[in-house]
């Protein structure tokens, strides 16, 4: 036979809406009855129903994660970020997939979230989507990654200084004609400030970005291996290039290896990300700690959502890390061409 609440109950000599509140650890109870309830209920081996549970709070005992994609690398490594918090909160995850923020029809209806969540977390997609102000207008507790919007907790690295960290070690090894693999012609925020990072760069060391020697990516691998053929093909290719993901820059470097020509000796490559290929393709990479990212929302997500006290500040920026590797090596400046 089961053990039921009114057992522990019994056993521990108080009322079933005492151990109701003992269990889930809300406030009014006395500190020694919360203790007797929990040990009682140990010794009977019970185990409160989380359904129940959830009816009683009010609570769904979910959070939505809202995402371009799942099957990219950077994506797939802030949702297990993101779920190593909830399951140890006891928290399921709900995974909305919206596509690509230019060509996609937005993020999911209110009705979709409403009542089915306790919480949100945002990654990556554009703040100045109308959408995303709607979505705020429900009222759940919300959390962003990779974006910052004004009251809501965001974690998110300076994506400008990435990029002039990685654009500058092209221009302490001697480069200057420096080219750049960017996502997209439609900026998103992350990756114009990628761009300007790399133009303050540039413009501290005197030279001047040349717009031929810009090409786009999509951020995927087959989108930088297009992009880094379109920039050879230039009647004065590049011999640097600033990438600005992982994936992208293992594209490019697929495609010069293709043209017979050494990544690193030849055209030196840096790039964003930390992917854990970077070191199998000896690549040079600013890396940012995406799992800390997702954990790092989650936990500020909880903390809304159960009213926790927490000293973080709204807008938490994580630090990234100039990993050098073969991609980028020093070279003979005489040998670089103007």
């Not at 303050?200 to 090409?215: N, Q």
């Not at 000293?311 to 003979?332: F, H, I, K």
Request: net charge negative.
């Amino acid at each position: 036979m089961s053990i039921t609440i009114r057992d522990v109950a019994q056993a521990a000599g108080v009322s079933t809406a005492t151990v109701s509140r003992a269990l889930r650890g809300l406030p009014h109870v006395d500190p020694e009855t919360r203790e007797r309830v929990r040990r009682v209920a140990a010794e009977l081996d019970y185990v409160v129903s989380p359904s129940a549970s959830r009816l009683a709070s009010g609570r769904t005992g979910t959070v939505a994660v809202i995402t371009p994609f799942i099957d990219r690398w950077f994506f797939s490594t802030v949702l297990s970020g993101i779920s190593d918090v909830l399951q140890e909160s006891d928290v399921d995850l709900l995974v909305y997939e919206v596509g690509d923020p230019a060509t996609s029809p937005g993020l999911p209806a209110e009705r979709r979230l409403r009542g089915r969540v306790d919480g949100v977390i945002v990654v990556t997609l554009p703040t100045d989507a109308p959408a995303i102000a709607d979505m705020l207008e429900i009222g759940l507790p919300t959390s962003f990654i990779g974006v910052r919007w004004p009251g809501v907790p965001s974690v998110c690295i300076d994506d400008a200084a990435a990029g002039r960290m990685a654009t500058q070690h092209l221009i302490n090894l001697g480069h200057k004609r420096i080219g750049i693999i960017s996502g997209r012609p439609q900026a998103s925020t992350s990756q114009a400030s990628r761009a300007l990072g790399y133009v303050t760069a540039m413009e501290g060391a005197g030279l001047t970005p040349d717009p031929s020697l810009e090409a786009y990516g999509y951020f995927t691998v087959a989108g930088g291996e297009s992009a880094m053929t379109s920039l050879l093909s230039q009647p004065n290719p590049p011999t640097a290039v600033f990438v600005m993901s992982d994936d992208m820059a293992f594209g490019a470097i697929r495609a010069l290896q293709r043209h017979g020509i050494r990544p690193g000796t030849d055209i030196a490559i840096a790039s964003i990300d930390g992917h854990e290929l970077a070191e199998l393709l000896d690549l040079t990479t600013v890396g940012q700690p995406v799992a800390q990212m997702g954990r790092m929302a989650a936990d500020a997500l909880l903390g809304r959502m159960l009213g926790r006290e927490t000293t973080a500040p709204e807008e938490m920026t994580v630090p990234t890390t100039l990993v050098v590797r073969g991609s980028t090596v020093p070279v003979d400046r005489a040998a670089l061409t103007s």
